[in-house]
């Protein structure tokens, strides 16, 4: 690819960062004995192996031993949703999830419904906000997983995590799993406090590590079934020789997304802000999706009676790459359930474009992506502002 | 943060008389030691209690989550401070209360007033501060003979003080006020339990590992290495002496029948365990010994092996059950390091049925045949000694990478 592209697609991946590749090809080079033997080098392997798992757990908050290296945001979503769920029968089968949750959580639920547990969805107002009264009412004697992700992934809007919490583990004893896929690096995510989650999701990708890397961390020692069996690897709950490279790599991008987080979220708060301002001078002819109280670096906005893909192909014409709704679910034709749930207006539902910033971003490609989108307009629509 | 000190109410050491000047400074000494990493704490020690003085939110959440492991307190309460007057001293108490808002709990406000010039009785304090909680949070209600609670408000001259958590301590007396020991630290799960018991009535030790290369591996040793460092949270440091065993436990399995190896073995174990104890100054030996666990450990084996020195040897695990055992080790978090799978000088050489009821008089006529007690002699001096808590060199190690 050119050098001169504007990438605005980061949430579906992101570019990792130099020194973790660095790191990747380190490892493997000089550190590539299996973990798991007992010899001086594959010990020196696992020592290295606990440092990056050490490292996880101490920006989470939480014992090393709770921290399982996985392959990625799908996995450990469906490991945490199966794990919980299987390894607790004889509290219930209840679950209770929200309608506007990655694939990877919603197809772990209907295949668990499948299987006779009981799954109820909770709704999300305009804004794609859950309602904290509606999780209460939810909750019941049987419930015992609640999973509701951090930020979503095709709107960018904030759940209340820490009411949600509270509410959860004073009114039932089910685990409260979280989706931190979009959220870590953006919004502060830890086991801190009596306010915050059992489990949570991570994926490296996302924040500019390798494609292939994520953990799910538990607060504290919990019962959960194991998800790959075999040479009882990670505890004995994901067997299969621990990729040390991607390990390491991943406990890399974790910390500099730690350390960037807050500069991070004001940068893309600011950009978030001046485009949202931006879109919404053209009035009639665009809807945003996301608000100013949403994540910070997630912006989804439709044009009226403009398809997605057409917009997608106007601005790669012009360098600009972004994505319709979320990447995942972009190569089918039905309109995104998330976009479903919010219940938008028709004549704007196919067409919902989402620009997601990194930080790698700069203000120049603010300002440029400003004056192309406004080219584009015109030429498509006919419209000046 | 409301919170200003912590108040630490001292273990069985309130009971211990003439002593009990060098527990408290013992007390005072080792909490400095197991929290230098938060230095510097200004600690207070009175005749009752002990405060510790909060500079910032890190202080305090380090010494609640850690001062439940440190022994010799009893319990410890966060106390909040505030002027001697009745509008501060309400205000102050919501604060304090503001923890058990969403709890059902009953609770009752005592009242210490050392200022006797204070205006109010005690009686009216707490009738006026008792009313004013009512008032603010509906799931707390009044049990005075067996609160859930006890909000506790101590009137000074200088200032008012108030707290009403109470967080249970560890017990026990302050590591080092009852001697010194050494620990026979093979790498299983027993021998670090037996260690923590008696830390936990204030005995510290330096450990010792009989190590066996090539029997046994580098690996096994840094286990053994690495549960010694992990006994140091517990307030102390420790030295491992590690003897050189290879030679002697040749000697022994072409000197004495396959069925007695075992026991001779472990008397030769103890004859140079002695040696060391005596050198370090120590009075006893710890052993994670435990009543029938395996053959070394029926009542006739103990007293064969026990037999080569008057030394007191202490056994806190003797009348314990294995998953008792187990119970603790995972408590202490040293069962996950003891589980490694690695041989340790006790496996290597195990015969297939060995003695459980070995007869002293048949062991010492077999031992008569050789002299051991040269090849003792240089396994103590030729001994590596290693220093605990250890520097963090591996983390340095992987800096680049990570």
Same mark, same amino acid.
């Given at each position: ?47 290295? %192996? ?6 996880? !757990?101490?920006?989470?908050? $939480? ?15 469906? *490991? ?30 209907? /295949? ?52 949600? !919490? ?16 979009? /959220? ?63 390990? &390491? ?40 999706? /996301? ?7 997630? %912006? ?68 440029? *992506? ?16 | 943060?409301?919170? #200003? ?15 009990? #000047? ?47 492991? +440190? ?44 200022? #006797? ?22 799931? =707390? ?13 101590? =009137? ?5 003080? &108030?707290? !009403? ?11 080092? /006020? ?15 339990? !037996? ?89 006893? =030996?710890? $052993? ?60 290597? *050489? ?29 396994? +103590? ?10 520097? #963090? ?7 680049? %990478?990570?």
């Amino acid at each position: 690819m050119k050098e001169s592209i504007i990438y605005f697609d980061n949430s579906a991946t992101t570019k990792p960062y130099d020194e973790i590749l660095h790191t990747f090809i380190e490892v493997n080079k000089h550190y590539y004995a299996n973990p798991a033997s007992i010899h001086s080098f594959g010990v020196e392997v696992n020592e290295l %192996l606990n440092a990056a798992r050490t490292q996880i !757990a101490g920006i989470l908050q $939480t014992e090393p031993k709770n921290v399982l290296f996985t392959s990625g945001g799908t996995e450990s979503n469906n *490991f945490a949703i199966f794990g919980v769920a299987k390894e607790n029968t004889h509290i219930g089968k209840h679950i209770i999830t929200s309608e506007i949750e990655h694939a990877s959580v919603l197809e772990a639920m209907k /295949s668990l419904e499948r299987e006779g547990y009981e799954i109820d969805y909770l709704s999300v107002n305009h804004d794609g906000v859950i309602s904290i009264e509606e999780l209460r009412q939810k909750i019941r004697k049987d419930t015992v997983l609640v999973s509701i992700m951090h930020v979503n992934n095709e709107v960018g809007s904030i759940q209340p995590i820490e009411e949600a !919490a509270q509410t959860i583990h004073q009114h039932s004893r089910a685990i409260f799993h979280v989706d931190a896929v979009q /959220s870590f690096g953006k919004l502060p995510v830890h086991f801190h406090g009596e306010t915050s989650p059992d489990i949570v999701s991570i994926s490296g990708h996302k924040i500019h590590g390798l494609k292939g890397t994520g953990v799910v961390a538990f607060k504290r020692k919990l019962r959960v079934a194991p998800f790959i069996v075999g040479g009882g690897q990670e505890f004995g709950l994901r067997s299969g020789t621990v990729a040390v490279p991607q390990a &390491v790599s991943l406990a890399k991008a974790i910390r500099i997304a730690e350390e960037n987080q807050q500069q991070n979220y004001a940068k893309f708060k600011k950009w978030h802000d001046e485009l949202i301002d931006f879109l919404n001078t053209y009035q009639e002819h665009i809807h945003v999706l /996301s608000t100013k109280n949403g994540a910070p670096h997630i %912006l989804s906005f439709s044009v009226r009676d403009l398809k997605g893909e057409v917009i997608i192909n106007a601005l790669q014409n012009r360098n600009v790459f972004v994505s319709t709704s979320s990447a995942c679910s972009s190569k089918q034709k039905k309109t995104s359930h998330v976009v479903e749930a919010l219940e938008v207006e028709s004549a704007f539902k196919n067409g919902v474009i989402r620009i997601s910033f990194g930080a790698k971003n700069t203000n120049e490609e603010i300002q440029a *992506f400003k004056n192309i989108f406004a080219e584009m307009m015109k030429e498509l629509k006919g419209v000046n502002k | 943060m409301i919170w #200003k000190e912590i108040l630490i109410r001292y273990g069985e050491l309130t009971t211990k008389g003439r002593n009990r #000047k060098d527990f408290i400074h013992r007390l005072k000494m080792n909490i400095k030691y197991i929290f230098s990493d938060i230095a510097p704490l200004t600690i207070r020690a009175e005749r009752d209690r002990m405060y510790i003085q909060l500079d910032n939110e890190h202080q305090y959440e380090v010494l609640m989550e850690k001062l439940p492991e +440190v022994f010799g307190i009893q319990s410890f309460s966060p106390v909040a401070i505030c002027d001697s007057n009745m509008d501060s001293i309400k205000a102050l108490s919501l604060q304090v209360m503001d923890q058990y808002k969403d709890k059902e709990i009953t609770f009752k406000v005592e009242v210490h007033r050392a200022d #006797k010039t204070f205006p109010l009785k005690s009686h009216d304090i707490q009738n006026e501060v008792g009313a004013h909680v009512l008032r603010h949070f509906e799931n =707390i209600s009044v049990n005075v003979k067996q609160p859930d609670v006890e909000l506790r408000i101590e =009137i000074r001259k200088d200032a008012t003080y &108030v707290m !009403a958590q109470i967080v249970y301590g560890a017990g026990g007396m302050p590591v080092g /006020s009852n001697g010194k020991s050494l620990l026979m630290l093979s790498g299983g799960i027993d021998s670090p339990v !037996a260690g923590y018991l008696l830390m936990k009535r204030g005995v510290r030790f330096d450990a010792i590992h009989f190590f066996s290369p090539p029997y046994t591996s580098e690996q096994s040793l840094q286990k053994v290495k690495d549960l010694a460092n992990e006994l140091t949270k517990f307030g102390c440091s420790i030295r491992l002496h590690v003897i050189p065993f290879t030679e002697l436990q040749v000697l022994i399995k072409d000197t004495v029948p396959e069925n007695l190896l075992m026991t001779t073995t472990r008397r030769m174990m103890l004859k140079i365990a002695d040696r060391v104890r005596e050198e370090i100054g120590a009075l006893g =030996i710890i $052993t994670g010994e435990s009543l029938g666990q395996v053959a070394s450990q029926t009542l006739e084996s103990l007293t064969a092996i026990n037999d080569v020195t008057t030394t007191p040897i202490l056994r806190p695990l003797i009348s314990f059950d294995k998953l008792d055992i187990i119970n603790i080790a995972e408590k202490i978090g040293t069962y996950e390091t003891s589980i490694r799978p690695y041989e340790d000088c006790c496996t290597v *050489f195990t015969p297939a049925s060995p003695k459980t009821r070995p007869q002293i008089r048949r062991v010492s006529y077999f031992e008569s045949f050789q002299d051991f007690d040269e090849y003792i002699e240089r396994a +103590v001096k030729n001994r590596e000694i290693y220093a605990f808590p250890e520097k #963090k060199v591996k983390e340095e190690k992987f800096k680049d %990478l990570l």
